[in-house]
């Protein structure tokens, strides 16, 4: 568990930076309560700095972005890129204009779920900004949709898009002893029922709606591409577990 006597500075999400409620409903759960979650987390997990460069893969309609609007200073900068072209909008026609340090972009990625005429394959995209560009990358329930061999090639995007010395914080659905025993206990809030080497699958029709990893697995494709992964590894509750921090797993990890 995090610190109780917390040190993030309290933010007001002003009322013109919430989307509108059918754009809400389609990210799920409570835009305010996880944005102000996570932006607890990227302070007190990942030291996230004012005066820094960060990048949000899989922004979606900027549940992120509309906290760190009240915390990033004008030296620090913000780009996020999402495959809902109707997210994306929202964020450049709102969010932008008013923050010219905030920047959103559309990736054309296939998805079966989420954008299923979508023309880039996630195992061969190239994140579209330069290499040693940004101070922190994150990640919200982004892997807990994407299958192995998309993982492999963001987590060496995230690499080289992060400085020297630079730091991501990643969300997860790990599978350890523990969650394992909480699956096969009947506790997890989902069934991966579908078991594949190395990862397991919610739905085996639509495989990308959730996709589980084994932990080391996980930690294993991160070391190879030349991120350390920091502990603790922050476990959530998505299994059934009781002591957790989030819902999903949270790792934090840095570039060598």
């Known amino acids: 568990m995090l610190n109780s006597q917390s040190s993030v500075p309290k933010i007001i999400i002003p009322d013109e930076l919430l989307p509108p409620k059918e754009l809400r ?104 900004y330069s290499d040693n560009h940004f101070d922190f990358v994150f990640l919200t329930s982004v892997f807990t949709h994407i299958l192995p061999d998309g993982i492999e090639n963001y987590l060496r995007e995230i690499s080289r898009v992060l400085k020297p010395g630079g730091r991501a914080l990643i969300t997860a659905f790990l599978l350890n002893k523990d969650s394992l025993y909480c699956l096969e206990s009947g506790l997890s809030a989902l069934e991966f029922t579908e078991i594949f080497e190395n990862y397991r699958l919610a739905d085996k029709i639509f495989p990308e709606s959730a996709v589980a990893y084994e932990e080391q697995f996980f930690i294993t494709l991160a070391e190879q591409v030349g991120l350390r992964v920091n502990s603790p590894i922050y476990y959530g509750c998505w299994c059934g577990r009781e002591d957790f921090l989030s819902f999903q797993d949270i790792l934090l990890m840095g570039k060598s």
Not at 68 to 95: H, K, M, P
Not at 104 to 110: N, V
Not at 113 to 125: D, F, L, S, V, W
């Open 25 to 128: 409903l389609s990210v799920g759960g409570s835009f305010k309560a996880i944005g102000t979650e996570f932006f607890r987390y990227f302070i007190e997990i990942a030291g996230l700095q004012p005066d820094e460069a960060v990048l949000d893969v899989g922004c979606g309609v900027g549940r992120m972005a509309v906290p760190l609007t009240q915390y990033l200073s004008d030296r620090g900068r913000y780009e996020g890129f999402d495959i809902v072209e109707s997210a994306i909008t929202w964020c450049q026609s709102v969010i932008s204009p008013r923050y010219p340090n905030f920047q959103f972009q559309r990736a054309d990625l296939y998805n079966q779920y989420y954008n299923p005429t979508g023309q880039a394959q996630a195992n061969t995209y190239r994140f579209p």
